[in-house]
């Protein structure tokens, strides 16, 4: 997947409706999401065929970006459960939804 192409699918990811400050949530941005992502895909050796956990995973930015490039399992975890809310809401806008567990 190119750069451009992976950014305009992450753009629609929305962000935290109120962030928590005391969770020091701030919003990933789908240009440094996108552009972090595709380094890891293209001169790492990308996402197909491994699991990805993301740690403190807000509104899923980087987890959803993961599973776009092709990582079979992706968990997302957080302690806020508006944050893993959103990041449900953020999953299902995709044509082929992906599953969050809470």
Not at 36 to 60: A, I, Q, R
Not at 79 to 87: G, P
């Amino acid at each position: 997947m190119k750069l451009k192409e992976l950014h305009a699918l992450m753009q629609d990811i929305e962000p935290f409706t109120q962030p928590k400050v005391q969770l020091e949530q701030y919003p990933t941005g789908a240009d440094i999401a996108s552009r972090m992502l595709y380094t890891v895909e293209s001169m790492y050796n990308g996402f197909e065929g491994k699991v990805v956990l993301d740690l403190g995973t807000g509104t899923g930015m980087l987890a959803i970006g993961a599973a776009l490039l092709g990582s079979p399992h992706v968990i997302g975890m957080d302690v806020d459960t508006d944050a893993l809310e959103q990041a449900q809401s953020n999953c299902e806008q995709f044509e082929d939804p992906l599953p969050v567990r809470h």
